[in-house]
């Protein structure tokens, strides 16, 4: 099985100077590829000088997470490919059990790892930790992370999966697959473009997985840091997702029972005196209802999965119930 090592490079040469060093040792059964997007710090003369056996491809402008992979991976062979962040260290014989879990799973589309905390190896990392879920409502929780409350890996999600979305930090799929789905939405640009990609992954029948016996280290945070505007691709492209995806029957409470719970975060925004958080919840409804209709029309033909949801509500189990660890939940639905 032939193996592409991606990365999604903007303004990231001292991530590259950091991280590149280890995917090179540790990656001998992948060809690595470097997409740039349209950086201005000489990522690309970088490359050339210093990693010449990287190849590099170079996007014109900026297109975010989701154009930019769209973009670069066009021209991408391979069978499997890894797109990761420029800012994760990956471990020595990371890659020989993912490739043989494909190898040996036909219908699984896509994989991660254990994704753990490059400031704190102890803790998983907020990204992905050890597979996401989503609740009834949309809301993304993982193995190891609900919310802002993380899990220590002590061992206690090893082996094997299933799991309903994987981090888009190192995220496993089958070329095939990628291109069947037509990609990320670019209309996402950033933030749960990969949740959205693995349940449609999800509607036509192929498996999510997290192999537990590979790990890699996330420094998290090197895109886009906790900010107004990361509030707002979150609000908003959870509700993108949402539209797109929820089963026709459930869409109408569904969409407007998540609606009212941003509403709810809003209101806890301001009260926090956090006002431009809650402006960013704001724009991101607006625009909802502006590209209703568009996405909408994104809607699979196939009749969508109504078992796309582990339990009703983890924000009721979190902030009511006070469950902050994942094997603390209550799962009323499998």
């Known amino acids: 099985m032939t193996v592409a090592l991606v990365v999604l490079n903007w303004n990231g040469k001292e991530l590259l100077k950091r991280f590149l060093p280890e995917m090179l040792r540790y990656s001998k059964e992948a060809t690595i590829y470097v997409i740039d997007n349209d950086s201005t710090d000489d990522s690309i003369d970088f490359l050339s000088t210093e990693f010449p056996e990287v190849n590099s491809i170079i996007n014109t402008e900026n297109l975010g997470y989701a ?21 994760i260290r990956v471990t020595k014989n ?21 994704i753990l905390d490059e400031k704190d190896p102890s803790l998983f990392e907020y990204a992905g930790a050890a597979g996401g879920y989503i609740d009834r409502f949309g809301y993304p929780f993982c193995r190891g992370r609900i919310f802002d409350q993380i899990e220590q890996d002590q061992g206690q999600y090893e082996g094997n999966q299933n799991i309903f979305w994987a981090s888009g930090a190192c995220f496993f799929i089958r070329n095939a697959l990628f291109q069947k789905l037509d990609g990320f939405d670019e209309d996402f640009f950033m933030h749960q473009e990969e949740i959205d990609l693995c349940w449609r992954a999800n509607n ?13 280290y996330h420094l998290g945070g090197a895109s886009l840091p906790d900010s107004p505007l990361k509030v707002f691709y979150n609000y908003r492209n959870a509700t993108y997702m949402l539209l797109k995806n929820v089963p026709t029957v459930q869409l109408p409470f569904i969409l407007c029972c998540r609606l009212l719970l941003d509403g709810v975060a809003g209101i806890r925004f301001l009260l926090k005196g956090e006002l431009r958080n809650c402006l960013s919840i704001l724009k991101a409804h607006a625009h909802l209802y502006y590209n209703f209709f568009k996405m909408l029309r994104k809607r699979s033909g196939k009749k969508p999965k109504n078992s796309y949801y582990k339990l009703n509500s983890v924000v009721f189990q979190y ?15 499998s």
Do not use: M
């Not at 890659?95 to 699984?108: A, D, E, H, Q, Y």
């Not at 036509?204 to 890699?216: D, I, R």
């Open 67 to 87: 154009g930019g992979y769209n973009a670069g991976l066009k021209g991408i062979k391979e069978e499997l490919i890894c797109l990761i962040n420029n800012d």
């Open 94 to 114: 990371w890659l020989p059990p993912i490739i043989n879990f494909f190898k040996n799973n036909s219908n699984t589309g896509i994989v991660q790892p254990h």
């Open 204 to 216: 036509a029948g192929s498996e999510v997985y997290c192999v537990g016996v590979s790990k890699v």
């Open 319 to 333: 902030f009511i119930l006070k469950k902050s660890k994942f094997f603390n939940l209550r799962f009323s639905k």
